[in-house]
């Protein structure tokens, strides 16, 4: 197996530790759906622990073609009510019913009922009474100690990001691991499991309430499956999320990279919660927070892709297949060959690969992503060429995506998007190619989650099915 190398510090801290403030995802008015109080496992006391073994397997959010909503986009709708209870609660921005119904624009009777569910599933407690501001004492709700944890990983060609979460979705912590993704599904999967066992730590095993795992290709809407992935031989059409789940017995998800990478930023970005006052409840009246309401996530590593949120929900389009920037075909490219089997997609000349394999061609000895970076950081007046191009090909190409979805904002995410040229030449090509209107509040900016967007957004689809399976 492969060892598991630390990855950023993220204050590794026992489940048990107060959960400390972190951003409210979904909290913004419009990105919640609020549901009717029939939806989830009702208040059926359970214990936290282990979900049972006839979880359906997760499927890229089901969005199933023609406009049918499949069961995980169901169950997705259903838990963004209660995660964002949660997420609220464990960030301090509401810790009574009263405040959540205000703060999250929901009917007083549905936070009532979705407590309830939570309390009863061990995953909130009441943490005794509390004066509010000059009304009666409220009840202080808190996220229970070891109720419950989601594993998340994130799938690249050669290393996967894998991480642990609380059941407000925050990040307790994350490693990186090497992996060789050609190896196919099977033992792929089971490094995974292995990996994330080793992660979880001293963190029993029924505790975990779902996982979630995002992968670098299309993901099949119907079955959770990737469906025909260039870069992932072995895998057309394997069950991921069957198979996941029936490993380990607990509901899964699959979802592309960069639509869990574009949820995973809207967390990051949403505003900081305002401070919580000393009996732990948020000030009242205070703005709402919330991430970008739309916005388009542009991942830049061995290919191109991107994840789209509109109106605070990940947009997937009919077949899953939304954001994939990679294979437009684009005339400056130059008709040269793609992977896919097409000529002409912008990937020949943004994907890193394809990077790579120009470099080389000129006698340079490039042979991984990192390469590109370290050359660039070097000076390397070849690489960075290359690289400025790659941006500005990049940028002219968005440049139409944006004056078509008029987003808030543009997250440069991936290797590439570490480099100052490229990031450099995508902003030139946007303010130079699009309608001004587009660009006058646009925020184009680097991936605020780094490397943890993926398995943030991700983990975020796992928690709320692990919310409905409660
Ligand atoms: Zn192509």
Known sequence: MSPLSPARSVAPRAQTAPVRPVPTRWAAPGT?????TGTGAGATSR???RAGQSHSAG????TGGSGHHGPQRDAEQAGGTSSAILAAVASGVATDRATLARRLGLAPSTVTVKVGELIAAGVLAEAGAASATGGRPARVLRLTPGGGCILAAELGRHHARIALLDMSGAL?????????????PEPVLEELVTAWTELRGAIPADAVRAVGVALPGPVSSRSGAVDSPAAMPGWHRFPVGAHLSQRLGLPAVVENDANAMALGECTALATAPPAAEADGT???GAPATGG???LLF????SSVGCGLVLDGRLYRGATALAGDLAHVVVGATGDAPCNCGNRGCLDTVVGGSYILADLRARGIEAHQPLDIARLVGDGDAQATTRVRAAGRLLGQTLSAVVNFVNPDAVVLGGLLSTLEPFVAAVRSQLYENCHPLATRDLRIEQSAAGADAGVLGVGQLALRQAIVAL
Do not use: C
């Open 59 to 62: 499927g890229s959010g089901g």
């Open 32 to 36: 919640i759906t609020p549901v009717g």
């Open 282 to 284: 948020a000030g009242a």
């Open 298 to 301: 542009v991942k830049a590593g």
């Open 292 to 294: 970008p309401a739309n």
């Open 172 to 184: 307790v912590r994350s490693a990186d691991l090497a992996l060789d993704v050609a190896a196919g």
């Open 47 to 49: 214990p936290a622990g």
